[in-house]
């Protein structure tokens, strides 16, 4: 071999070898762009957990204040009911003494009494008697109560 051969390579195949060793790899390049990526995506969960939070807080004290608001309504619901039942019924009360003393309602009355007088001590009123208290069905019962089996 001689020391003074000619190459058998060219010198631009050589040169373009060595620029393809010293390429840049991806990373390098989008290495800032990933880290302010990750910086924004840090800060956007911190954004949406803090949000989270402050609405499920939100969300409670709502819950919270809307059933204590209605346990306060329903109560007083009750206690105005209750008046209105009492007065309701006071009215009622006076309603009914008024009608049982007025003088149509004694009239009517009267002729009532009158009428159940005249059933009872007329001649149907005489023999209802006769059928409800005849001494004679205590004997029947006994015997009805002998003979059957």
Not at 21 to 37: F, K, R, Y
Not at 79 to 90: H, K, V, W
Not at 98 to 127: C, D, H, M
């Amino acid at each position: 071999m001689a020391l003074l051969a000619a190459t058998t390579k060219e010198p631009s195949v050589a040169l373009r070898q060595q620029q393809k060793s010293h390429q840049v790899s991806p990373l390098v390049i989008l290495g800032p762009l990933l880290n302010h990526a990750l910086q924004f995506q840090q800060i956007l969960s911190a954004a949406t957990c803090m949000l989270f939070l402050r609405s499920y807080f939100a969300a409670r004290l709502i819950a919270t204040s809307l059933l204590i608001a209605s346990r306060v309504i329903a109560f007083r619901a009750f206690i105005t009911s209750r008046f209105l039942a009492i007065g309701a019924t006071g009215l009622s009360r006076w309603v009914l003494r008024r009608v049982w003393t007025s003088r149509r309602s004694r009239r009517f009355r009267k002729n009532l009494e009158l009428e159940i007088y005249q059933l009872l001590l007329g001649p149907l009123g005489n023999a209802m008697f006769l059928m409800l208290f005849w001494p004679g069905w205590l004997v029947l019962a006994v015997i009805v109560r002998a003979i059957w089996p």
